[in-house]
C-alpha cells in the first residue's frame, strides 16, 4: 500500500485542453512537492507547497494543496505537447519518519 | 555544466555478476541519496548519506552496499546481481538534511540483469 496515491495513472488529451491530476494521502503532509520527469532524465522540481489551502501558480500550471494537508492537485491549462512527462508528488509525511515519498505518478500525454 | 551525474546511463549484464554505478554532483550539497525506478515508475528511496554519514537505509538488500568517499560523491555497489534489481537507479542531492528540500536528480542509470 503506497501512502500517496495519485490519480488519475494514465491521462491522454488534446492540445488546448484541460487536466487535473490529485495526490492524496490518509496521512498529513509536513510538505508536499511536485516534479516531472521527462523520458530518460530525472525528475525536476516544479513546486514545494507548505500551508493548508495553499495554491501556487507557475503559468499555466495551478498547484493546490488541501486545507487539511492531506491532498494536492495540479492543474494544467490549455495544456501543449510540451506538458508531456510523468508527473510525481513527493510529501513529507511524519508517519514515515518524515523522508521523502513519492507517488506512483501519473503520466501525461499531450496530443497536438 | 551537469548539477548531478551519473554513470554509467546504461548497464546490461548477467545474474550473479557484480557492477557499481557511480555519482558526483557539483552543487556543494550535503545530502545524497539512491532512488530505485521500477518498471511501474515507482520511485522509492533506498539510501541517503548527509556528509558522508549514511541516514537512511530501507530495506534493501545488504547486495547492495553504498559507499560515500566524501560528501560530493556516493556510489552504489550491487553484489550477485538478481532479474529483479532490473530497474532505472537515481542519484539525487539536497541541501541540508530532514526535512529535505528540493532534489536535484541525475539522468538515472537504466540496470538490465538478464
Known amino acids: 500500500t503506497q501512502l500517496l496515491e495519485q490519480s488519475p495513472q494514465f491521462l491522454s488529451i488534446q492540445e488546448g485542453e484541460n487536466l487535473t491530476v490529485y495526490c492524496n494521502s490518509s496521512?498529513?503532509?509536513?510538505?508536499l512537492q511536485w516534479y516531472r520527469q521527462e523520458p530518460g532524465e530525472g525528475p525536476v522540481l516544479l513546486v514545494t507547497?507548505?500551508?493548508?489551502?495553499e495554491v501556487k501558480k507557475l503559468k499555466r500550471l495551478t498547484f493546490q494543496f488541501g486545507d487539511a494537508r492531506k491532498d494536492s492537485s495540479l492543474h494544467i491549462t490549455a495544456a501543449q505537447p510540451g506538458d508531456t512527462g510523468l508527473y510525481l508528488c513527493?510529501?513529507?509525511?511524519?508517519?514515515?519518519?518524515?523522508?521523502?515519498?513519492f507517488g506512483g505518478g501519473t503520466r501525461v500525454l499531450v496530443k497536438p | 555544466d551537469t548539477a548531478v551525474s551519473q554513470t554509467p546511463k546504461y548497464l546490461v549484464t548477467q545474474m550473479g555478476n557484480d557492477k557499481s554505478i557511480k555519482c558526483e554532483q557539483n552543487?556543494?550539497?550535503?545530502?545524497m541519496y539512491w532512488y530505485k525506478q521500477d518498471s511501474k515508475k515507482f520511485l522509492k528511496i533506498m539510501f541517503s548519506?548527509?556528509?558522508?554519514?549514511?541516514?537512511i537505509n530501507e530495506t534493501v538488500p545488504n547486495r547492495f552496499s553504498p559507499k560515500s568517499p566524501d560528501k560530493a560523491h556516493l556510489n552504489l555497489h550491487i553484489n550477485s546481481l538478481e532479474l529483479g534489481d532490473s530497474a532505472v537507479y537515481f542519484c539525487?542531492?539536497?541541501?541540508?538534511?530532514?526535512?529535505?528540500?528540493?532534489?536535484?536528480f541525475g539522468e538515472g542509470s537504466r540496470l538490465t540483469v538478464l
Open positions: 513527493a510529501g513529507l509525511i511524519k508517519a514515515a519518519g518524515n523522508k521523502l515519498t
Open positions: 552543487l556543494g550539497h550535503d545530502t
Open positions: 539525487a542531492s539536497s541541501q541540508g538534511g530532514s526535512p529535505p528540500g528540493e532534489l536535484f
Open positions: 507547497v507548505v500551508t493548508g489551502g
Open positions: 548519506y548527509n556528509n558522508k554519514e549514511l541516514i
Open positions: 496521512s498529513v503532509f509536513s510538505s
